[in-house]
């Protein structure tokens, strides 16, 4: 496409993200050159899912967003914790930490789902296994900051886990030190896909696609 039609078409993402982000938290990723699926990744809260909805339908019906291709959905709902309030008071406290994952972090998408056999445990047996995920993934906190989603019912998973930092060994090392606890005996996917990004401003979008 001539970049200057391109630049024109760019204007209305622009448009259209900004007429909704008094009902929407709109967050943008490049996945563009890391990943072989999606260019791009939307990350957005509302309070109504149909607030999203109504952002979508505008994006795509955009100049714009006639180029767009929809590679995947996926929906998740913000909780309250199940576990920590069972905790012991100084893990709750180091729960507390702030998570600095620095100034150019990359964000890490990876979509959970549990056996029926976890779903089927008691409270105790789980918020146990818990305790011990809580235990082997504190020493991260520091550098990876993350946000858990409930999908369950909603969409084809349990949790959607999404992460920041810039310190991909200390991700890689935290994942390994998950999959040797009894609790990732009850995963039956993760991933597929797990998806890695950077974060973008809009600006920052818009720049870059339209080199
Ligand atoms: C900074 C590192 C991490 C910390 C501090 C952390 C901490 C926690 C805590 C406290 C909970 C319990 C929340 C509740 O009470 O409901 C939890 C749940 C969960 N975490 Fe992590 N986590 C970390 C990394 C990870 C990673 C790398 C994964 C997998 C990719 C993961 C997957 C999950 C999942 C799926 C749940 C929900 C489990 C369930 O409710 O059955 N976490 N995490």
């Not at 409270?123 to 989603?149: C, F, G, I």
């Not at 886990?161 to 040797?180: A, C, G, I, P, R």
């Amino acid at each position: 496409m001539d970049p200057s039609v391109r630049i024109v078409r760019l204007a209305t993402l622009k448009g259209v993200v900004e007429q909704h982000r008094e009902h929407v938290a709109i967050d943008l990723y490049l996945l563009r050159g890391l990943s072989d699926q999606a260019d791009l990744l939307f990350r957005i809260h509302a309070a109504e899912l149909r607030q999203t909805q109504d952002f979508l339908l505008d994006l795509k019906s955009s100049h714009f967003g006639r180029h767009l291709k929809t590679v995947g959905v996926m929906h998740g709902l913000t909780k309250k914790p199940n576990y920590v309030p069972g905790f012991p008071d100084q893990m709750k406290l180091d729960l507390k930490t702030t998570s600095e994952p620095g100034q150019k972090p990359y964000a890490i998408v990876i979509p959970i789902r549990k056996t029926a056999e976890w779903w089927g445990l008691d409270q105790e047996k789980r918020a146990a296994m818990m305790q011990e995920h809580t235990a082997a993934t504190l020493p991260y906190l520091a550098s990876v900051k993350r946000k858990l989603y409930h999908s369950s019912g909603l969409d084809d998973l349990d949790f959607i886990t999404y992460f920041e930092t810039s310190k991909l060994e200390d991700f890689h090392s935290l994942v390994l030190s998950l999959q040797k606890l009894e609790e990732f005996r009850y995963t039956r996917r993760f991933g597929t896909p797990t998806i890695l990004g950077t974060m973008k401003s809009l600006d920052e979008v818009v720049e870059l696609l339209a080199q």
